[in-house]
């Protein structure tokens, strides 16, 4: 099925380093989305990138698209603890209308 | 989000019996999403509405049915609840002035037990 696949599944960091998360997909997008999930709690949208850019910065966050190779990449600068959620990205596809696709997500875990 | 909310938050029900889940926005947002989370799943798309009385099926609609009467409430309602619905429900909304129409904005979750 259509929807974005993200590596790896799980990920243990210190606090201070930084951490990486992928997210590939099969078709073409309009834009992909990155989103975090704390524990019991609903998603929160962190950051949107359209499929004719290939870099964007929010704050400790960077994104990049790479649309030859169907892949996105969300690093987390200088992990704190508070990062503790799981991740998720949401692939918009060309022809889905507003419907997003999630995937399982990665499980990243910051430790002190 | 203080925008959208769920209603229950949790609900035990038996089998066989129908469930409603409410889920109401104060946004004005034009679209509205059921999901739900299961663990190795991730969020599946159930129902999504793009206007009053306009919705579609998702990837996992059997068993569901949605309503929306007005632009605030999205109602998910299961038929006949079966064990196989014990979930946790998410309701979302996009389209509103606010991270434009591809930016969806989550409630806190229904959690859902069927026995």
């Known amino acids: 099925s259509q929807q974005g696949e993200e590596d790896p599944q799980a990920l243990s960091i210190q606090e201070g380093e930084n951490a990486t998360m992928n997210c590939s997909y099969k078709?073409?997008?309009?834009?992909l989305q990155w989103y975090r999930q704390n524990s019991g709690r609903g998603l929160v949208h962190l950051i949107l990138?359209?499929?004719?850019?290939r870099e964007k910065h929010s704050g400790r966050l960077r994104v990049t698209l790479d649309t030859s190779k169907k892949s996105s990449s969300l690093l987390i600068t200088a992990s704190r603890a508070a990062d503790t959620a799981s991740y998720f990205c949401?692939?918009?596809?060309?022809?889905?209308?507003?419907?997003?696709?999630f995937g399982t997500g990665t499980q990243l875990k910051v430790e002190l | 989000d203080a925008g959208i909310t769920q209603s229950p938050r949790h609900k035990v029900t038996e089998t066989g019996t129908p469930v409603t889940l409410r889920c109401h926005q104060t946004e004005n947002h034009r679209y509205m999403y059921w999901y739900r989370q299961d663990p190795g799943h991730g969020l599946r798309l159930i129902h999504y509405s793009y206007g009053v009385k306009d919705t579609d099926k998702g990837e996992v609609s059997d068993g569901y049915s949605v309503s929306r009467s007005k632009t605030e409430d999205f109602l998910l309602t299961l038929e006949s609840a079966t064990s196989s619905q014990t979930s946790v429900y998410f309701c979302?909304?996009?389209?509103?002035?606010?991270?434009?129409?591809?930016?969806?904005?989550f409630g806190p979750g229904t959690r859902l037990t069927v026995l």
């Open positions: 949401a692939p918009s596809f060309t022809g889905g209308g507003n419907k997003l696709t």
């Open positions: 979302a909304i996009s389209g509103g002035e606010r991270g434009g129409p591809d930016t969806q904005y």
């Open positions: 078709t073409s997008i309009n834009n």
């Open positions: 990138i359209r499929s004719n850019e």
